[in-house]
């Protein structure tokens, strides 16, 4: 009876720091990702940790190198549903971009804070920490969120009913981030094998 290989687990897990640009204070997200995570699957944590509606085209800039979904037939792009970090000669203090919506032009920084070894009592991917809440989708951009901001705040502001409407039943609270929440949409979101 021939043997079975034994399935191989991640080599290496990846503490990574997102943060939105251009964001003051910064709005940012650390989250635990192993090194077999695509970069499409990436994609979907980002979307679940700040949290975006996946509306929108997205691309990762790694090494001058433009990646993204193939359904998006951007010229020049790579295919993130096959690259893994494991293949992004990533280390610690590397750092990459990554843009959502084209248009309001989210613009994150990721950065590798550590490189560790896979626990194997947590879960991956994982949200460890955060801060801020992140901006709704459609509202114009990070000035176009700190507009909006502003706007709430001010019961006189001409557009204040407009936008109280457009935000809907859930107020923005921009200070509260909770990691637990978090999580709980990362989980519904990737579904690790």
Partial sequence: MPMQKKARGPATVYQLKITLVGSKPPIWRRVLVTDDTRLSTLHQIIQAVMPWENAHLHQFVIAKKDYTDPAFELDDAYNERVMPLSKLGLKAKSRFKYEYDFGDSWEHEIRV?????????????????????????????????????????????????????????EPIDPDAFDVEKANARLQQRVRRK
């Fill in 113 to 169: 804070e550590k490189v560790l070894d896979p626990d194997p009592e947590v879960v991956y991917p994982r949200c460890t920490e955060g801060e801020r809440a992140g901006p709704p989708d459609d509202c114009g951009g990070i000035w176009g969120y700190y507009r909006l901001l502003e706007v709430l705040k001010d019961p006189s502001h001409p557009d204040h009913e407009d936008m109280l409407e457009w935000v809907g039943e």
